[in-house]
């Protein structure tokens, strides 16, 4: 069976410009080769109003910026090389010629090898081009720039977007490296939160490895480990609004494999088709992604540059000149965090930028105590840890709580992070709610105790009748509760001790409560005529071990908890239905109870007799036909038929509810308005599939409502979610479909059979999908939703 993938983005190729003249390289379709290659360096300072910041720490630049500009080159640089920058106003805008700047590298004196900017008004992209000595280039490159700069704007966008995500990469590949060679034992818990903080896509069966192999495997294929960061993503866009590419819508989806189609790889596309237009042999084009280290711009290339013609052109991508765009960090929890705890982490999330670049600086938290007190204390991002971590100690003899509120600098301009609460430990006694009455022996306890400082807790001991010490678990319960359990399946009735743990506390807080032997009491046995089961409610249910009505065993189920109530579900093992006024309840420790019945009427049962669909009368595009009735098209309307149970009518105000298959979604058709009676024992109900929302698809199934009863689930038709087909056409041979959500189709074919099907990959994205040639004019097509039924599709070829 033939199976057709969504084509790859190309890599960034040697791009040739016209005027810059891209000379004509054939496109290449193989995988994008890694930028590995060391190119030269920029050395790039950026001053605003009075303050001067290296580009490591410039995330966007404004109008009015100053910058400078010097190439750095090695002293026995034989290479002479013409320094370029370009200010780029948009797509339908053409820069003026003086918008475009140009130095010579190799002279000594500075106003001549260095470039000294002023960011002009209206620019929004800004570029930077190394280009060899050659006579005419600067004309040359004034006239690519205007000609065509939707182009560079287009190339700007990507190459500063990949250079961000390349950032990520690298510290990511920087922290496993640095992890393998001093601790690699750590691995198994750090490379996770690496991958979560950084926003890569980590192949966890690496770390059930030997230790040795962990850090290689956590390190394949790694420019397809890169997964979609919105904020990185809204800094480069300047031009439409919001990110489109293919790789990048795919990045999101689960069949994509959270980052197979990275934005990384996404961005590194195909430019060589973006600048395929121009035409010159005398300059090819070669992208770098830019790395940044204080006032160090480290250009890396995925090909060696040629001196002979064409010659190369390194193209270098400046930040967006734009608004700006500050981390939209967010608390990673909105529980009580301990202030007590040694190496406290702030736990944020949304911005991956902020642990793989120097753009977020000066960061700190300011604590504000109970009584108005502030106290400000400096804090370090932190990718292994999941947040930042304070850079110096609180000071002592904290207590109570406190709001600790994230901030400091993005670039040039104040940042505001998430908040969080801190708690510290304080005097106060831990207690515990009127729980004592259900604190049973024989069964897992869930006890809530509140005190001070929940958070802080760091352990919980519990001391039974017989003294013995054991820990157990607990859960925090918002801000001053935690939840216990207490096994007490082997414990005794009376006394039990609790003892709570804190940070800050040498001597723990002690809880008493009592617990008292199981009631093992029923309170009531009913039966609904014809059921299989009965339901029994009472204390202490888990103590049953079979049920008997009649001379028929049930078995049962598990117990619930209803309030103050267990609830147990008995049910008969064989076809026989119990019956009978008392029932027969057998204990786990031999002991017998018989308890009386109470009857109820049969619950409401329907089966299905007949179903038709009504389709829309002008289809949209080409319509889709299938002669199987089981199926709903979720543009058609279903008109269905039930037959009331054995023995029983139906009346006016029954309701038919339906759901899927699953149960996530369910809509209730009302009798008088959505079922209509025909008989006393037939009631015909029509259902719209738009009701149960655009994401329901699958099996249907319906059951009859009277009332607070309801009556058992009855399949009813299986919902399709349909394609919109526009258009099937052939040319020379190859056939196309084209229209929207054609990832719902699950194969195509020329035959009913559904031989040489072509098979639609999960999260297809694009307008078209080569199919086979029709056969009569006709293809055949399956959904994803019904991947057994064929459906019939008229071509018109």
Known sequence: MSRVLPRLPRPLLALGLTGLGLCATPFVTADPAPFDLPGPALRITVTRGERTLPIAEVPNLAAGD???VDADLPKDQRAHYLLFSAFLSGATNPPPKNWVQSAETWKDKDKDRRLTLTVPKGARQMALFLVPETGGASGTIVDAVRDRPGEFVRAVQDLNQASLDRSRLNAFVAAIRAQENSHPEFLRTIAPALAGSLAIKMNPDCLARVIELQAACLLENRDALVLADIHSSSMTDT?????????????YTREAGLGYYSPYIGVIRDIARVFGA???????????????DGDRLSLLLNAAPSFAKPKSVLVAAMPAIDAGSPPRLRAATDQPLCGAKPGLVLPVEGAPLIYSTAFARDMAVTLTQANGQRIEVPVRARADRGGYILAEPLPAGLSGKATAKLHGQWGFESFEGPGFTLQFPTDGEWRAGDTDQSLVVGRDNVVELTGPAAACVTGVT????????????????GADAIAVTLPMKGSRAGPVTLEVQQMGRDTPRTVTLRAYSPASRVDSVALARGDRFVTLTG????EIAGVDMGGVALSPGTVTREGDSDRLIATAAGDRAPEGTAARIKLNDGRTLTVPVTSAPPRPAATLVSRTL??????????????????????????????????QSLTPADAVEVTTADGGTSVVLEGGRDVRLSSPEIAVATLDPARLGPAAAGPLRFRLVRGAIK????????LVRLPRIEAVRCDAGQCRMEGRDLFLIDRVAASADMAGAVTVPAGYTAPRLAVPAPNAGSLYVTLRDAPAVPFTLATGQ
Do not use: C
């Open 462 to 477: 519990m001391r039974a009748s017989n003294g013995a010490a054991q820990g157990v678990a607990f859960t925090p319960r």
């Open 711 to 718: 009556g058992d689930w009855v399949p009813l038709a299986t």
């Open 239 to 251: 031009l439409i609004g919001a990110p489109t590419d293919l790789a990048l819508q795919l990045s």
């Open 614 to 647: 009504t389709m829309p009368d002008s289809p949209k595009g080409l319509a889709l036909a299938t002669r199987d009735e089981t199926v709903l098209p979720d543009n058609a309307r279903l008109t269905f038929a039930i037959h009331a149970g054995e023995g």
């Open 66 to 68: 100053r910058l400078t």
């Open 539 to 542: 204390q202490r249910l888990d």
């Open 278 to 292: 121009f035409g010159n042999p005398q300059f090819g084009y070669l992208p770098t992604l830019a790395t940044r």
